[in-house]
């Protein structure tokens, strides 16, 4: 009998289809002699097969076309279409060779040599240079940062040597202003520098000193420190014959201060180490 689900040929006694395993439905037949319905036996009589063979000898011969072909013939025959698609389709588009890393290597190690050089150029020409440059301009900041906080701090203690000569106005023993009235000299002393280097001329008195400071400078300074053309004296109120003088000299060739000459006149202490000692004033007309 054929498989009702797949057409498949099966033996009258099968239950289910050997091909997709579907259950089998089965046609009972009448038994003549004893009129009880069973199913047909693959095995058959002689006489059942002559009677099957008359009652089918009629049958058209087309109506055997129409009969579905076995399950696995019918696979076999789409195995073997899809074969041949998928060998029409690989000839059609051949696989691609595969990529040999050592030949795509070859042109990277070709264009290495050639803009190498000029990779060299620029990063030796261009690159380093600006970032030394960008580097020395950092230092330059930070000399010139440090330089400005150390111009603060002298003028810091300038203005407290200034304030010390100030209040020693009125002293009782000379010992106790001759280091801060040395020192004020020497603050006057740095600013007679930046005088002449900014105006390449020396400071006829201390008013143009204070001018060029943009400061104002106490009477007690007025006082205690003379400018004559850029020569300084420094002097005690109680004390008139005792001074401090500071002359420069100039170097004509360089135009600039060469070196300063220190005399300490009636006074002697350790701090004028680099002061020569005169027991007279040699310097008042």
């Known amino acids: 009998m054929n498989c009702q689900k797949c057409g498949a040929i099966n033996i009258n006694e099968a239950v289910f289809c050997g091909i997709c395993g579907a259950r089998l439905k089965h046609q009972k037949v009448v038994d003549d002699f004893t ?13 059942s097969r002559q009677s099957h063979i008359k009652n089918n000898h009629n049958h058209d011969a087309s109506s055997k076309k129409n009969i579905p072909p076995p399950l696995n013939t019918r696979l076999s025959k789409k195995q073997t ?10 000839n059609t588009f051949p696989k691609k060779n595969k ?16 803009f190498a050089p000029l990779l060299f150029k620029i990063v030796s020409e261009d690159v380093i240079p600006y ?3 960008q580097m020395d301009i950092a230092l330059s900041n930070q000399n010139e940062q440090a330089v400005e906080e150390g111009n603060v701090a002298e003028e810091g203690e300038s203005s407290e ?19 801060p009235r040395y020192m004020d000299v020497l603050t006057f002393q740095k600013y007679v520098e930046e005088y002449y280097e900014k ?3 020396m400071p006829k008195d201390i008013h143009e000193i204070e001018n060029f400071r943009e400061s104002i400078f106490s009477d007690f300074v007025y006082d205690d420190i003379e400018i004559h053309d850029g020569n300084i004296v420094g002097k005690f109120q109680n004390d008139p014959d005792k001074k401090i003088y500071l002359f420069h000299q100039i170097d004509m060739v360089n135009n600039r201060i060469a070196k300063w000459h220190c005399y300490s006149v009636g006074i002697k202490d350790e701090i004028f180490e680099d002061c020569k000692y005169l027991d007279q004033d040699i310097f008042v007309k």
């Open 99 to 114: 990529v040999n890393k050592k030949t795509n290597i070859i042109p990277l190690v070709i264009a290495a040599l050639i």
């Open 131 to 133: 970032f030394l440059k």
């Open 35 to 47: 009129g009880y319905k069973h199913v047909q036996s693959s095995v058959q009589r002689d006489d």
């Open 81 to 90: 279409s899809l074969k041949v698609w998928q060998d029409q389709f690989k």
């Open 199 to 201: 105006y390449k001329k």
């Open 161 to 179: 040597a200034i304030d010390a000569v100030a209040s020693a106005g009125s002293y009782t023993d000379i010992q106790q202003v001759i280091q």
